[in-house]
């Protein structure tokens, strides 16, 4: 009684040991890749947004709004690189905006986000019209029929200002 | 979060993002029980239940267990071993304490464990970076959508039992077809939530 | 039954999707671009052949009262695998099937071929059934996938086609797309197969009735 027990537990716990074990040395193969690979896509990212800049240098995030990811200044002084996140109603838009040391916006982008296709595209087809707006983001007015996406984007650009304030 | 966020995280989880006719989560049981209304029922409750509990337990363990010790990689094992574990014991404790609750939902529980909407909501409150409540939220919407979903077709059902289609149509394409324009219906509502806070 | 007719069998007699109905779920949210839907057949498997393999081989070790906790811990395993291969190596397809990668873990036809086939067979035969069953799957994958993106997008594995990318339909490529033409597939496989398709999504037909204990209860 006891033995049929004992040996089927030990039968799942070696299964497990040796399953985890396995994964473990796989994702110590490929966690390097896929952090490079990330760290890659995030460094184009910035570029794309602040083309002119030469080396991204990464900031400390006391004292910024709790939205803000990553806060990056450049080498040569023309720019900063907020990543923000800010919740539409599909779950999280994760926005990388840059402001210029002037306050004006130099471009803004999405990373991610999962709101509904056709009916949140406006929002996020507006993004050109962001570039060059000041913290009052003057002329931006939310989308009808799409209300909830278009403050969440603003909200997130404000917060992306507001760090502005405190980095500059 | 504002309460107000919570709503429509709950809102949208339930009819926006329906788990069942918009994200195609949970299938099989969808096609497979919903042809009576108190089968379907059951089977909502069942999967309502599981899906907040299952995240009650697989959230702080995610947060709390596996992120601080880089044992992402884990994840995928630990939630659905965790989800059987919930079902195997939930199962036992509805047995011995509420014999009546068991009887109307225990024939379902043990097909919880293979449906791919609770793994998926538990992934779904990790991967979108809910707080607890947020994510308490997120599977009370999953759950009563798939509820929903589930009434709502087995109304359906019935009345194609009495149709007529042409041989190879019977059984499953009709109910697909029922399936698709369900669907349609559902995308009705993405307008509703987008302006429903102004 | 020899090793050959193991082998069609997933194929085409007792194809998973569209004779068994089984792991519908990634089969119609993913099947919206030939290209994602080649990706997650040959993900599914590969994670259907390893599953097949362990679970034959260590068919004579698993105590029964454990079976379900180890064949989960193998299959999730194996999944888990298949994720980290993906992210690190093919990240286009890891965005584009998402959160259904992680979800392989639940699709029914690998739990189910542990359950009917791989648990009392050898491994060789295991191995036949897993490429089998892998290679219906992925072609009926790519059957909706074709017919919804050629017809919903105007392209075929992102190659545009001419007339119809300036009149595509692109309801196909939603929701309600997938589910109405899967079922006009099933229609047509009813028309041309002799014994049809299983025709009851109930738990009757489910591999996992016996593990349930309750088949036949409920349709």
Redesign the interface.
């Known amino acids: 009684m006891k033995k ?1 027990f004992v ?3 030990i ?2 716990a070696v ?2 040991l040796v ?2 074990g ?2 473990a040395l ?2 110590h193969v ?1 966690y390097p ?2 952090s490079e ?1 990330a760290a890659e896509r995030a460094e184009l990212a910035m570029r794309e947004i602040i083309p002119g800049a030469d080396e991204f240098v990464l900031l400390s995030n006391e004292g910024l709004p709790e939205s803000i990811v990553e806060a990056y200044t450049t080498s040569n002084n023309t720019g900063f690189i907020f990543i923000v996140t800010t919740f539409g109603y599909g779950g999280e838009i994760t926005i990388i905006c840059g402001i210029d040391p002037q306050g004006l916006i130099i471009n803004t982008l999405t990373l991610s986000h999962t709101e509904t296709k056709g009916i949140s595209d406006p929002v996020f087809n507006m993004q050109p019209e962001y570039i060059g707006k000041d913290v009052s983001l003057a002329g931006i007015d939310a989308i009808s029929g799409a209300t909830i996406t278009s403050n969440a984007y603003k909200k997130g650009i404000s917060d992306a200002f507001l760090a502005f304030e405190i980095i500059k | 979060m504002s309460f107000e966020g919570l709503i429509v995280i709950l809102v949208s989880a339930a009819v926006v993002n329906n788990f069942v ?8 049981p969808f ?3 919903s ?1 009576d209304i108190k ?1 379907s029922a059951g089977m909502g409750f069942a999967v309502l239940f599981v899906m907040v509990l299952a995240t009650i337990v697989t959230w702080p363990i995610q947060i709390y267990l596996l992120t601080p010790n880089d044992l992402g ?5 630990v939630f ?2 965790i989800i ?1 574990a919930l079902v195997q014991f939930m199962e036992i404790v509805l047995k011995k304490y509420i014999p009546a609750l068991y009887l109307s939902l225990g ?1 379902y529980l ?2 919880m ?4 909407a609770i ?2 909501v538990a ?2 409150n990790v ?1 979108e970076n809910y707080t607890l409540v947020e994510s308490i939220f997120n599977s009370l919407g999953a759950g009563v959508g798939f509820l929903l979903a589930m009434v709502l077709f087995s109304g359906i059902r019935k009345h194609t039992e009495n149709a007529d289609p ?12 029922a ?3 369900l ?2 219906s559902f ?1 009705g509502f993405s307008g509703v939530i987008e302006n429903l806070f102004g | 039954m020899n090793n050959f007719s193991i082998f069609m069998r997933g194929i085409v007699k007792e194809n998973p999707v569209l004779i068994l ?2 792991g ?2 990634p089969a ?2 993913v099947s919206t671009q030939a290209e994602n839907a080649l990706g997650m057949g040959i993900a599914t498997t590969f994670v259907l052949v390893c599953s097949n393999l362990a679970i034959s081989l ?1 068919r004579n ?3 029964d ?2 079976r ?3 064949y ?3 299959i ?2 194996f ?3 298949v ?3 993906v ?3 093919a ?1 286009t397809l890891y965005q584009a099937l998402g ?1 259904f990668l ?2 392989i ?4 036809v690998i ?1 189910g071929r542990a359950e009917v086939f791989a648990n009392k067979n050898n491994a060789f035969k295991s191995l036949l059934d897993a490429i089998g069953m892998g290679a219906g799957f992925t072609l009926a994958l790519l059957l909706i996938a074709s017919v919804r993106e050629i017809f919903g997008s105007g392209t075929w594995f992102g190659i545009e086609i001419p007339i119809l990318i300036s009149n595509n339909i692109p ?1 196909l490529t ?7 033409v ?3 597939l ?3 496989v ?2 041309f197969s002799k014994t049809g ?7 009757k037909g ?1 591999p ?1 009735a016996k ?4 088949g036949g ?3």
Not at chain 2, 113 to 116: A, G, L, S, V
Not at chain 3, 174 to 180: E, H, S, T
Not at chain 3, 211 to 214: D, I, R, V
Request: charged share 10%; glycine share 6%; with cysteine.
């Open positions: 049929d040996l089927p537990v039968v799942l299964i497990c399953m985890s396995a994964l796989i994702n490929t890749i896929v690979a | 006719l918009i994200q195609f989560l949970g299938i099989c096609l497979g029980v042809k089968s990689y884990l994840q995928t094992i659905v071993l059987a024939v043990p097909l464990t293979t449906n791919c793994f998926a992934l779904m991967k042409p041989e190879s149509f019977k059984g499953a394409p009709l109910t697909l077809i399936a698709a324009i669907s349609i995308f | 109905l089984l519908l779920c119609l949210a260590l070790v698993i105590p009262k454990v379900i906790p180890c989960i811990v193998l999730s395993g999944v888990t695998l994720q980290m291969i992210e690190a190596y990240y959160i992680p979800l873990a639940t699709n029914c739990f309801i939603l929701a309600p797309g997938g589910f109405v899967f079922g006009f099933v229609a047509v009813n028309k398709t299983r025709n009851e999504f109930g738990c489910c996992q593990a349930c204990g309750k209860t409920l349709s």
